[in-house]
């Protein structure tokens, strides 16, 4: 299990040394249960002092409350991925092949600039997944302008477009011309049959409880599932791009 630990670096104002060691103590959270704290000072060439300042910067009482408190943390984690698949399970009727072709899309792409598209309710999924791109690492817009896709000027090489209906007219147009581009598309749109999920390189159907229901006026599971969707599939894109760039 990996750790961003940067916001309890900024939040503590850990020095580098302080960052190595709750590192080690994360990723060995089982065996620093049963270390003496100068064992772990040793093995990240500290001292037991700097060990217990770092226990009483994130506020714990000691060494010992810190890796335990840690470890209950890392536990609790653990049971809640392993609840994931109670969220996941409509992921079934996806075509497996769908899947593993965003991950290679996305993987073919990553050095490349990436545009993505949206309108209406499916406005705010287009900036968060302009937000997860940009905090991983891609190079990627946000825009629905017809310009930037009519000319591609500025390079770009995937769109990634979410449309409920698959017929919405300004992101049909748009993936149009990023279509006539040449440019690779990666939709998430509903299950049905639509424009833009066949001119799209890779189509991600995801289930619509309320296809009929043009104003979106009940409650629809479309959007969370599409968060839900690029979240599972982003995880294991960047998984296997770590390991490729670490050889």
């Known amino acids: 299990m990996k750790f961003d630990i940067y916001k309890l670096a900024d939040k503590y104002k850990l ?11 994360l990723d060995n959270h089982e065996q620093s249960m049963n270390m003496a704290v100068r064992d772990v000072a040793n093995l990240n060439y500290t001292s037991a002092a ?6 009483k910067k994130m506020g ?5 409350d810190m890796v335990y408190r840690l470890n209950f943390m890392i536990k609790n984690r653990q049971m809640d991925q ?19 072709h965003f991950i290679e899309q996305i993987k073919l792409h990553r050095k490349n600039l990436i545009l993505v598209s949206a309108t209406g309710f499916s406005t705010p999924l287009a900036e968060y997944i302009e937000r997860k791109l940009l905090v991983t690492g ?10 930037v896709y009519d000319s591609n000027k500025l390079g770009a090489s995937l769109m990634i477009a979410v449309s409920r209906s698959g017929e919405t007219d300004t992101i049909v147009r748009v993936a149009d011309s ?7 598309i990666i939709s998430f749109t509903g299950e049905q049959m639509n424009h833009i999920a066949g001119i799209s390189t890779v189509n991600i159907p995801i289930l619509d409880d309320k296809a009929l229901d043009d104003r979106n006026l009940q409650a629809n599971y479309f959007y969370a599932r ?19 760039e670490n050889g």
Do not use: W
């Not at 714990?60 to 010992?64: A, C, E, K, R, V």
């Not at 392993?82 to 593993?100: A, G, Q, R, V």
């Not at 891609?138 to 310009?147: G, H, M, Q």
């Open 15 to 25: 020095t580098e040394t302080e960052v190595q060691v709750l590192r080690y103590i």
């Open 82 to 100: 392993n609840h994931t698949s109670d969220l996941t399970s409509f992921m079934n009727n996806i075509p497996s092949s769908c899947l593993e």
């Open 60 to 64: 714990y009482t000691g060494y010992i």
């Open 226 to 244: 599409v968060i839900i969707v690029f979240e599972y599939l982003m995880d294991r894109a960047l998984e296997q791009l770590e390991k490729l």
């Open 50 to 55: 700097t060990v217990i300042k770092l226990s």
């Open 178 to 184: 990023a279509h006539e581009n040449q440019m690779d």
């Open 138 to 147: 891609f190079r990627c817009i946000k825009t629905n302008a017809y310009e």
